[in-house]
């Protein structure tokens, strides 16, 4: 008899440690399939905060793959038939997409949309599809059939079948302009925490740098292996823990690796890369769970200002050189 769950959790677990956050309001809304955490630091927000928020949802309504009249859902719709006019959002984040998909030789690929649906991730129904399903949907899962037309601003998906997924990637864009929002509002401090992607802005009152808590892979939401200290920067974990569901005793998590098909399977629990902004982080913590840590952390040294920090499946801990982390979890050594 088959057991199946569902276990989603809100995304990503990174716990933003400011010592004095506690004291400071912050406001929550369920977006983006996650719970999105924004706490501004200073006076005259409330207009700010509605204007994020505002912001938020209309990226979302571009971008999801679950409404029907998203730009997205209509270039899926028009898959093998015909461009389709998309807002400049939506190109520019396809646009950063395919700029990951090729560093990454594909690991990272916004045409996962059919592997996606075919395993039911993040529906109340997910499942293990047959070999022949696979096999049948893999062709469609192919970033270099996408076809961005820069003067008509359009997109074109050159199979039939074929469909985006940019949940890899459009958290990471949101959290940038909320963060843009907030800059030009004047305000100076801010942390935006969209289901795990952060991105911090300003220097704390103090103006010591920001900790944030690396979640514990292992652990309840809140618990965390360390701490990293970082700038004005984009921290994005992604893991195998985030999203899941079990059936017959295995775990499948929700990032595939589009050339077999399957969840990304290696020794790695998550990885988290920082980076100046949170999208680029995004794109590239999916990327590199996707290539393991041998490949993974050669993408992540062969660019200029990613650092990354690797958590193994036996409790190992990795830091790329430049990342100030400190381990305070006993249960993880470096
Ligand atoms: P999360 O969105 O939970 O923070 P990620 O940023 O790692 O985590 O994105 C995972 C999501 O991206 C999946 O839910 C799916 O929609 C999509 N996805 C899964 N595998 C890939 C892949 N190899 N390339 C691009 N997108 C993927
Ligand atoms: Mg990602």
Redesign the pocket.
Known sequence: MLNRHVFRCC??FVLALTGCIRDEPSRAEFVLGTVCNITLFDQARAQVYRDVFARIREIENHMSVNLPNSDIARINAAAGITPVQVHDDVFYVIERSLYFAGLSGG????A?GPL?SLWG??TDNPRVPSQTEIDSVLPLVNWQNIELDYSARSVFLKQPGMAL?L??IA?GFAADEAAAIIKKAGLKRAIIDL???IITSGKKRDRSSWKVGIQDPLDNRGSYIGVVTVGEQGIVT?GVY??YFEAEGERYH?????QRGFPADNDLMSVTIIADNAMDA?AL??AV??LGYEKGRALVDSLDGFQAIFVFRDNNVRITPGTDFVLTSEDYRF
């Open positions: 995304a990503v690991a990272l690929d916004p996962v996606v991730i993040g997924d949940g890899a958290k289901g795990g992607d992604s985030e999203r929700h990032i595939f690796s589009p995004d913590s999916t769970f996707v």
